[in-house]
């Protein structure tokens, strides 16, 4: 059985400490709320014995008086109290999310490999909002639930201490039973939750896939699973409900026996004029209201419970460490991803050597490089071909140090990848990737990403050389147009023209295409090869490509299969060589042949 380590909280002890006086604040004040609130009854004891039995109303001035200055109390200290409850939650959450979506941008390509979105989403959104939550309103939910019953119970038992002991011979009885509910509750809702999760991604697939399910004729099948998940949602929400309807009816039973109990106990005093009639309505109050703070006590427990998994997992996100990481003299000299220190970095000219580098990926053990050797000067364009599938950005993952090798070295300007910083690295280099991204916002916006100086007529002559300009002038607004969410307003062949305007700006050393015009028609791919001519010169560039009529005036082309480099060399070599590099563009010629005649 794994050691509990009291909800995990010590790992988020960090991100609290900058509040502790705003939580100092807020316990305190809960404890004098509870304060206020366990000692209303006592007016009422008075007004019954004193104001109604003696018939006088001496002192009721003093009395409203005092009334209503303990109300004003009790009013402001709830007031500041919320206020400090909510600056602990919204800024405690807030320090997480910062902490946890900094931490992502420090991993590597292999942590997003192997985590999905949807994962890591709920890691920076959901996981830090229930801490959160936990650490603001649970807490003062627990701090005055608790001061109330022992305020409470204080009180009771200075009035009658026998009557006292009895009503607390329930309350065993009664967290037992609230245990027992919630913890059948507890687990009902999350299953709820389960499957809300389940029918929202099929809603999700059955709007955003409408047109394949139309193509393929399946209507009915999505819709029998949808309505599958729904009689499942309405099977458990209604067992939910029930157990629910049978918690409050309990809880309303524990109540009305704990009065039946006051009334007969305290009835029978009073008869034998061994308790006022004042005295029996407090116990009252105080037996009908005991049972609230009861069952709070036992739900903060178990959200916090709950929300140990929470802690964990952000923990473990907090914890783990980038594949791809600077040594602390590099940092040091260089900075690090958020603290640069540019004034220390050296220009980057684009020499590259891959020197004995052997590499397999982290979730893999077959090696994808052995004992790897090759040169690429300053200036020169590197082809990288091969099926699909087969491996070919494993190079260019290590010319961009997205990740580190397993053995050899990478060196660029002669010097070991690793002497110098992954943040100066990855500014000399312009990406474009094979499915483009853009970020919502402006074409003007989404230039500067990576030229943030760039200006008005330097955005244009880059639009300019990739003929991109033209689309840009279309959408009504030129720099100042919105793209859409991910770039949701554009085709995916106006978003790649775009990117690769974006990586031209940015002026790089090294200049990396990934299937840079798989998504445009072949009229436009003409003009862009022509400008990919234009760009590479004087820059070490990097074109991973399907379409093998693009490489052909590459100064060396690496020929990529089942993830290993099988051949090199230029093209004309590789041809007359009749390996595979021929194989692959003989059946590529006659592919495109036979859609010509067609």
């Known amino acids: 059985m794994r050691k509990y380590q009291f909800f995990g909280l010590r790992k988020i002890i960090p991100y609290i400490k900058p509040y502790r006086k705003e939580m100092i604040i807020m316990v305190i004040l809960g404890v004098v709320s509870s304060l206020f609130d ?7 004891r008075y007004v019954l014995n004193h104001y109604l039995a003696l018939k006088t109303l001496d002192t009721i001035v003093y009395f409203v008086a005092l009334y209503v200055f303990v109300l004003v109390l009790q009013v402001i200290a709830n007031f500041i109290s919320s206020y400090m409850i909510s600056k602990v939650e919204l800024y405690v959450g807030r320090d997480l999310k910062n902490a946890s979506f900094n931490h992502l941008q420090t991993l590597s390509f292999s942590y997003f490999n192997t985590n999905n979105v949807g994962y890591i989403h709920a890691r920076v959104m959901s996981d830090t909002d229930r801490i959160g939550t936990l650490v603001s309103w649970r807490l003062m939910d627990l701090v005055w639930n608790l001061s109330y019953l022992i305020i409470v119970f204080v009180i009771m038992a200075r ?3 026998k009557l006292t002991l009895i009503l607390m011979l329930l309350i065993p009885i009664a967290v037992l039973l609230i245990m027992y509910f919630q913890k059948h509750l507890v687990v009902l809702n999350r299953k709820i939750r389960e499957i809300n999760s389940l029918i929202t991604a099929n809603f999700n697939e059955g709007i955003s896939g409408a047109k394949s399910i139309k193509t393929l004729v399946v209507e009915d099948t999505v819709q029998h699973d949808f309505e599958e998940d729904s009689r499942e949602m309405q099977k458990v929400s209604i067992h939910a409900t029930h157990y629910s309807a049978l918690f409050v009816s309990t809880i309303s039973i524990m109540s009305s026996l704990a009065l039946a109990v006051v009334l007969a106990q305290g009835g029978r005093l009073s008869q034998e004029n061994l308790m006022a009639i004042g005295t029996l309505s407090v116990f009252m109050s105080y037996a009908i209201g005991m049972i609230d703070p009861i069952q709070a006590i036992v739900e903060v427990f178990s959200a916090m419970i709950q929300a140990q998994a929470n802690i964990e997992r952000f923990s473990t996100l907090m914890e783990t460490k980038s594949d791809v990481a600077d040594r602390l003299d590099v940092i040091e000299r260089y900075g690090d991803t958020f603290h640069p220190k540019k004034e220390n970095w050296e220009d980057l000219h684009g020499d590259i050597e891959f020197k004995d580098v052997s590499f397999h990926y982290p979730d893999g053990e077959e090696m994808v490089l052995e004992h790897f050797n090759l040169k690429v000067p300053q200036g020169q364009n590197v082809a990288i071909v091969g099926e699909t599938g087969a491996g070919k950005s494993t190079l260019v993952n290590l010319v961009c140090r997205f990740f580190e090798p397993t053995s050899g070295q990478v060196l660029i300007d002669g010097k070991d990848a690793r002497d110098r910083s992954t943040l100066w690295l990855h500014s000399h280099i312009g990406y474009v990737l094979q499915t483009p991204h853009l970020f919502s916002g402006s074409v003007r916006d989404n230039m500067r990403y990576g030229a943030p100086e760039a200006t008005d007529e330097e955005i244009w002559q880059a639009l300019e050389l990739v003929k991109a300009s033209e689309i840009v002038k279309k959408m009504g607004n030129g720099l100042d147009s919105d793209v859409g969410e991910g770039g949701d307003l554009l085709s995916t062949g ?105």
């Not at 366990?38 to 009422?44: C, D, G, H, V």
């Open 38 to 44: 366990s000692i209303y009854p006592l007016f009422n």
């Open 159 to 161: 009035i009658h201490l």
């Open 494 to 598: 106006e978003k790649q023209l775009l990117s690769f305007a974006r990586a031209i700006l940015a002026n790089p050393a090294i200049l990396v295409l990934d299937e840079a015009t798989s998504s445009i028609d072949t009229m436009t791919e003409k003009a862009i090869q022509d400008a990919i001519q234009t760009v590479i010169k004087g820059r070490t560039s990097f074109m991973i490509a399907h379409r093998l009529s693009t490489v052909v005036d590459a100064d060396v082309i690496l020929v990529v299969r089942d993830g290993k480099i099988v051949e090199s060399g230029k093209h004309d070599e590789l041809m007359k060589k009749h390996g595979y590099y021929y194989e692959l563009y003989s059946r590529q010629f006659e592919e495109i042949q036979t859609e010509k005649a067609l």
